[in-house]
């Protein structure tokens, strides 16, 4: 009986400890309002602050993306032109040649009025706030994602890759 009661007297006095995470809202970033987009999170200027790219559709007929690179301070300073700008899919920070800067894969559509392009890229890193975009021959899709990890352990970030795949013609529509 006693060691129950120590254990719960120890228990109810760590957790009286433990206080719920506050957030601020942070009103002097402006972001653009976007739907079916993605975003993510990264240090990609390895300064030790997060940055983070969101992407997405405007207003029905522009397609955005922007890199918000953290100056720190809670300030942020927006890039655009960086990245293809996608939506109805997904964005996700990597480091596929393992040189310690993040690259970018994403995967989703490019709107140009009226027509609609499905795309999936790699770009790497510059590591002088640029990217390049690199050939790749991974199929298009859109409504997917899009993740890294070493699935095989040899010490090299894959790329997993999901997504509707879908080839119209006048004739017919096929999903692969």
């Given amino acids: 009986m006693k060691p129950i009661f120590l254990f719960l007297i120890t228990f109810l006095f760590t957790v009286s400890l433990v206080s719920a995470q506050q957030f601020t809202e942070q009103t002097d970033i402006e972001l653009t309002g976007v739907y079916e987009g993605s975003c993510d999170w990264g240090d990609y200027n390895n300064d030790g602050l997060l940055d983070f790219m969101p992407t997405g559709n405007q207003d029905g007929y522009t397609t955005y993306s922007a890199l918000f690179l953290n100056e ?58 640029s990217f390049t ?19 095989n352990n040899d010490g090299y970030s894959d790329l997993l890759h999901t997504g509707l795949n879908l080839y119209v013609d006048e004739f017919t529509a096929v999903n692969n």
């Fill in 133 to 151: 975009e690199i050939y790749t021959n991974l199929l298009s899709s859109i409504h997917g994602g899009i993740t890294w990890g070493d699935y």
């Fill in 72 to 129: 720190g301070n809670n300030h942020f300073s927006q890039h655009q032109g960086i990245i293809m700008p996608i939506y109805r899919g997904e964005i996700e920070w990597g480091d596929y040649n393992n040189d310690n800067f993040l690259d970018i894969a994403l995967t989703g559509a490019y709107m140009e009025y009226p027509s609609t392009t499905r795309y999936t890229k790699l770009y790497t890193n510059n590591k002088n706030e």
